[in-house]
């Protein structure tokens, strides 16, 4: 997964309460980004970073917070999970002088109950 | 915003080709992107294409752009049970660094 970890892999937590989940890069690419893919919607963006400590919001931001105080890592907050964001999350980098492709982290499988 | 449409589902016997289907809004687009996902994994990129190319063949893939028509296909010849996976058509227009994305095709390759 070209040098991108996400942690937790899998994570139950019950409504109400915070969720940190946390993108960590080996391959020193400036963008990253973290997605939300669901049945019938596809990949949709939630938040992204240009660069430490520059985020900015994706189509789904609403409930979701993140940080990015080290080129290597990425972090999305859930500040009081709700039902509506049991999904799965993807961690993505990509860099611009590589044609923008973005390579993917394995995913972090979200369960709010 | 910007739009890619993908069909949802394609089913395809073993050895035959599969060609998957994708059209797009943005007449800006510089670069298009198909990925792979396999059950449980993230996206991988297959292949991509700048806009100024019009087919590309990487082995077993090739890739159509119609510019014109904003239609951009993959063709893979001899399906194998291992192809079966989710693909997603991405595009990027120009000045952006944030590809949008179609929904995913799920081709179903069955023995």
């Known amino acids: 997964d070209a040098g991108i970890t996400q942690s937790p892999r899998h994570k139950v937590t019950e409504t109400g309460t915070p969720v940190t989940l946390r993108c960590h890069q080996t391959?020193?690419?400036?963008?990253m980004y973290w997605y939300r893919q669901d049945p019938g919607h596809g990949l949709r963006l939630i938040h992204y970073?240009?660069?430490?400590?520059?985020?900015d919001k994706g189509e789904v931001s609403d409930g979701y917070s993140v940080s990015r105080s080290k080129t290597e890592d990425f972090l999305l907050t859930l500040e009081s999970a709700t039902s509506s964001q049991t999904s799965v999350y993807f961690c993505?980098?990509?860099?611009?002088?590589?044609?923008?492709?973005?390579?993917f982290g394995a995913g972090t499988r979200l369960s709010v109950l | 915003g910007e739009d890619v449409e993908q069909s949802l589902f394609l089913s395809v016997r073993e050895g035959d080709s599969s060609v998957i289907n994708c059209t797009y809004t943005d007449s800006s687009s510089t670069y298009l992107y198909w990925y792979k996902q396999e059950p449980g994994a993230g996206l991988q990129l297959l292949t991509y294409?700048?806009?100024?190319?019009d087919m590309k063949q990487d082995q077993r893939l090739t890739v159509l752009l119609n510019k014109k028509d904003k239609h951009l296909s993959l063709r893979i010849a001899d399906t194998q049970t291992g192809d079966s996976a989710i693909y997603f058509c991405a595009e990027i227009g120009g000045g952006s660094y944030i590809p949008t994305f179609g929904r995913g095709t799920s081709l179903i390759v069955h023995p």
């Open positions: 970073s240009y660069g430490v400590k520059d985020t």
């Open positions: 294409i700048f806009s100024n190319m």
């Open positions: 993505a980098i990509s860099e611009r002088e590589r044609g923008n492709i973005q390579y």
């Open positions: 391959e020193n690419h400036r963008y």
